[in-house]
């Protein structure tokens, strides 16, 4: 028997015993749509993660910055170096650093912005002109901080897009005032732009799009009262650069600082991004596993499924067996069979895992506010529902499709 003849005659069997067939179908489309529910969730994850690496510079982008506790002596302590990072040490980094392509400083920290009278907490972050060029971000209408701005001292501000539509309800707000109140000390600002919208992220409250831009060097002289910068952050020229440029900058820092490599930290995107993806992939395969829970005992009904079938089927395979069939020819059409029976139930299973998937994320979004957590069907997801539906047929079908094989013809005739 050719190809062709076993899947007609498989698809003749099956269309013959329809609530079998049908209710055979429900346990793999359960066990198949789990495992594409859970791999589409793990998937959306690193999407997510991978765009919020974008958002911060890309996978080339890494920092440093001055902790206020340092793990020393196997224990937690306070930071007291007496040495701080510099914007020398920005301009040196630029200078003389040949992997690194652009960097910037930043101070970060909560403040009260006033409009009209209406204040409302925002992100304040304290930054140069390199920053754009950093974080790849551009201002939708007005411009950015300029490099007189941090010569002056300039009292100007950029805001960011939930800004605008909050305190400014979507009207103009290039050239009008706001207030910044930081710990009590208000001072007056002029908006000169306003910045392309990013979304909400991953962390909670610091949203791009509800963050205040200011001169650093402002900050340092009419709110901080010193020079120091809290973080450097730095884009080397390829993610194959980042260890050669963290390196280049972590040698400029010391040289800095006569040597001092304790009172600073750095992180790298590239590290975070094969650390995060380590974790997703461990909690998808636990979440893949316990799915697949499902499709074993979809696979023992097969099983079952399928020993009935050969039983009710005796006395046509003896006569088969009797005009000529093969062993190998009565294992295949079994197997065909049950391949078949997994195969369908996989293509349910991986239309309907696509929309819990996405159910799931949309429940997870609403848990998590101000984050919308994609669903994404890979095609690897695919391949692997396909391939783990036809290996659950093959596995669980061969055992029937043996014992049919095996059958004598004299014996198979015996239970006509």
């Known amino acids: 028997m050719n190809v062709l003849e076993n899947l007609i005659s498989a698809f003749s069997v099956l269309r013959g015993s329809k609530l079998r067939t049908v209710l055979t179908l429900l346990g793999i489309t359960i066990g198949i749509a789990g495992v594409i529910a859970m791999m589409s969730f793990g998937a959306g994850a690193e999407k997510l993660l991978m765009a919020e690496v974008n958002q911060i510079g890309g996978p080339s982008m890494f920092g440093v910055y001055r902790p206020g506790k340092i793990h020393k002596n196997g224990r937690w302590q306070r930071n007291n170096s007496a040495h701080y990072l510099e914007m020398d040490d920005l301009r040196d980094i630029l200078t003389e650093c040949p992997s690194v392509e652009v960097a910037t400083v930043e101070g970060s920290y909560y403040i009260s912005l006033g409009v009209d009278g209406r204040f409302q907490q925002t992100y304040l972050r304290a930054t140069t002109n390199e920053y754009q060029a950093v974080r790849k971000w551009q201002t939708q209408y007005g411009r950015f901080l300029a490099d007189t701005d941090m010569d002056t001292w300039t009292k100007v501000c950029v805001i960011g897009s939930k800004i605008w ?26 908006v000169i732009g306003i910045m392309e919208s990013r979304g909400d992220g991953l962390e909670r409250g610091r949203s791009d799009d509800n963050m205040l831009f200011i001169p650093i060097t402002t900050a340092q002289k009419r709110f901080w009262g010193h020079d120091y910068v809290g973080h450097i952050m730095v884009r080397a020229k390829s993610p194959l ?20 490599d304790t009172f600073f930290r750095t992180w790298s995107a590239k590290k975070g991004i094969e650390n995060a993806k380590r974790m997703i992939f461990i909690i998808e395969s636990v979440l893949v596993v316990i799915a697949s829970v499902a499709l074993i005992v979809a696979g023992i009904g097969i099983l079952n499924i399928m020993l009935v079938s050969v039983t009710e089927r005796i006395p046509e395979i003896g006569l088969r067996k009797a005009v ?32 819990v998937g996405k159910g799931f994320a949309w429940i997870v979004g609403k848990f998590i506010q101000e984050m919308a957590w994609p669903s994404v069907l890979t095609p690897e997801a695919v391949l692997i529902s396909v391939g783990a539906g036809a290996a659950v047929g093959i596995f669980f079908g061969y055992y029937p499709a043996s014992q049919a094989a095996k059958m004598t013809p004299i014996d198979a005739i015996r239970h006509t």
């Open 241 to 260: 650069l980042v260890d050669q440029a963290l390196k280049e900058v972590k040698t400029i820092i010391m040289r800095n600082h006569g040597g001092d």
């Open 324 to 355: 000529g069939a093969k062993s190998l020819d009565i294992r295949l059409q079994f197997l065909t069979e049950s391949v078949l029976l997994c195969l369908f139930g996989s293509l349910l299973g991986i239309a309907f895992g696509t929309i």
């Open 165 to 190: 539509q909050e305190q400014f309800k979507g009207q103009d707000p290039i050239g009008k005032e706001v207030i910044i109140n930081n710990h009590g000390n208000n001072k007056r600002f002029t």
